[in-house]
């Protein structure tokens, strides 16, 4: 799209020649001539119709900015340094000066963030892109349009400034918000609460009372209120850090003790009650554990199918993340926790099975992304996240279809903390507003994980897609480089060979060229002899015999 | 190329701005029970007047000043309105003049000092677009800048402007004594236009000499928020010490 062209700086001989790029679009630029388009662009120039306007000043104009900018092209050139070196009207000066930047024939090799052209009207708005335009761990319906309008956004500033891909999302901006110190964090507003969370639920995302009151405004329904919990203080209390000792403690007791948080805070020595089943919940398959130590009801043994999962994910990875689709969540997340397993023994699930078969699905998905390229299981993933923003609503769903048969396993735990009644079966919020509160509290917990294991799930994908295109890259120059290689060796050879051609054809050059010389003196020396011996009957005779076969015999030597 | 002189002005227009919109200038300056309200905006002549009341009740509103303001600033705002109406029903010649215009202003913590020519004959100048770019080259933060500048450059032009009026006006009467010597002045004052003439002309040339170029570059000063108050007390000074010896002459001419 450039096309260079030598600045012949007036001021200066011929002696340095420099290269400036320009677009190809104002290739009719020449220094000696003005031409038809500046004429029509800027036409009280050249309407003779004044003083101060002639194409001579033009001219001088036009050079001199385009001198200034060339002194350094790396620099952007501004109006204000330009116009207090020419005598004349600012405003023709700074007409000028803009058809001359639109046109690039200044500012064009300038780096620019924010760049203005002559359709600009005032300020310039810069749209940033935050982190993770892709996922990030707070799901509502409001998420899901800023991601798919930060992904337009991204569109729209790739027109200006280059395409720019979203930005993957990575570990960090799915799990960074997640550390146990910050505590829970609002679904929406995305702010950490500090003491006296009002966690309410809107479809089972957890709020700040400011983001509640916002809802309760807009007219959101389903509002339910809970006391701020003292809960939420002591976690706030609670030192941050849990180290790996102590989540392998941690670990270890509740696989012992199950359901007895005393007894589990008691073997982690450091951590109290509360500390213990945030920390559990927020890990990736922490939740899943709770159920497997509380199971009761039937469970399906999956230990088999385990084994052969882990051969066809053991391409994927060692963390815990899974590969998913939309609506492969529940079940993949689990799938996830097994493999996560493979330390600890298995023990029972306690979920009930599922209308989709987990089994397929996950092979399939398995399977397909060592098959298909990194660059499609990169766009796969995309599509995913889309997806899955698309389908809150549906997803949420079966959430609430399966409430009833998960809350069972999942209040047990925490009978003990709220000691009330707990009667599960009846979906009736008014009279046991409690129980409604309980599962729905864990259950938002769970919500969040579910989707932080999917947005792990998919960072890994989309990382290892990464990697395998750098790796397919690099691949690529390697042979790129041995073929160069090759063809370079080869022209080596060929050209060994030529001259060792030329070096023999010169030798016989040579060498004939001798095998002439010796020749031109024989024949002289035959003319010699031949006048000696006096013979001058060439002409009807034609060559004496002898002469002729001695002449015959010698040319028969070559 | 020979270049034919331009016809001797352009034909006469009607009295107006000589910018792309035609937006006056308008200062307010009005002191009343201790408060002091100072601003400077642009007004379109050809807004109906009830706007002016509107605005000045929302500046009260916004600013909360006492209500007694209100009718200051209408006041104010007429009187500046009508300068401008009486001139408009008279025809100006515009004819090319590059003037220097200077900026010398003070704004919050900014300070702006500038010259630069302007062509008073191109309807088409914007100093709002002007006031932005020179904002925007020299980064200037502070949003109040720009529509300062803008304005200051817009009074000038409607000084130029009236005495483009005026001047006409005073040669069609005829030059008697006084009046001689005020359209002596007037020539003076385009004697501080270029000498179109000479510098446009084959000899010329339309780059300034290096040396000069110091002079016409704008100069920012970013003060410190003590210089500011410094400042301030001591304008307040003067304008009391002026005020008080205004008074005084005044009585002293009445009582001649």
Known sequence: MTQCVDADLSTRRFRERELHTIPISSSWFKWDEIHEIERRSLPEFFDGGSYSRSPRVYKEYRDFIINKYREDPSRRVTFTEV???????????RKVFLFIEKWGLINFSVSNGKQRTEEDGGPVVVVEIGPAA????????????????????????????????????????????????????????????????????????????????????NGKTDVHLTPPND?????????????????????????????????????????????????LIHLPFGEHMLGTISAKSSSTNLITPLEEYKSSLQVLNDNPPVLTEANGDRPVETEGAEIAFQGHPLKRRCFPPFTDTPDSFMKQVASLSTVCGPYV???????????????????????????DKFSIPVSSPFKNEFKSDIKVEDGDAKG???????????????????????????????????LGADQEEREMELLMASIIQAQLKKLQYKMKYLMEAEAIMEKELSYVQQMKSLIVEEWMNLLQKLFHSGTLRWGDQGFPKPLIHSFSTRGSNF | MKLHLPSSSKMPIRFRMPTAENLIPVRLDIENEGQHYKDSFTWNPSDPDSEVISFAKRTVKDLKLPPAFISQISQSIHSQLAEFRSYEGQEMHLKEKIVPLKLDIRVNNTVIRDQFLWDISNLESDPEEFAITLCKDLNVEDPEVGPTIAVCIREQLFEIAIQGVASARESRVGKKGRRGAESFLNSKMSNSSLDLAKLFGSKGSVVRKRKDWYLYEPIVDILSNEEVEALDAREERNARLKKKLDEKEDNFQERI
């Open chain 1, 432 to 466: 046991n507003k409690q129980a409604a509160r309980v599962p729905e509290k864990s259950f938002g917990a769970r919500t969040f994980q579910v989707r932080a294991a999917i947005a792990t799930s998919m960072a890994a994908a989309a990382a290892r897609a990464k």
């Open chain 1, 231 to 279: 809960h939420a203080d002591v976690k706030d209390q609670s030192s941050p850090v849990w180290t790996d000792t102590e989540t392998l403690l941690l670990l270890e007791a509740v696989l012992k003790h199950g359901d007895d948080w005393d007894l589990i805070a008691q073997h982690v020595r450091t951590k109290n009650k509360l500390d213990c089943i945030s920390r």
């Open chain 1, 134 to 217: 892709g996922l990030k761990v707070v799901p509502t319906g409001p998420v899901s349009s800023s991601t798919s309008s930060s992904l337009a956004d991204a569109t729209q500033i790739g027109g200006e400034s280059g395409f720019r891909l979203p930005p993957l999302t990575s570990y960090s901006d799915a799990f960074g918000e997640w550390k146990p110190a910050n505590g829970l964090i609002c679904g929406l507003c995305g702010d950490r609460h500090r003491s006296g969370l009002n966690e309410s639920f809107n479809g089972g995302i957890a709020m700040c009372s400011k983001c509640r009151t916002n809802e309760t405004i």
């Open chain 1, 83 to 93: 116009r207090k070196c020419l005598v004349g009207d600012v405003g023709t000066l």
């Open chain 1, 377 to 403: 299981a990169a766009v796969a993933v995309d599509a995913a996240i889309r997806a899955l923003g698309q389908e809150n609503p549906s997803a949420r769903l079966v959430f609430e279809t399966n409430r």
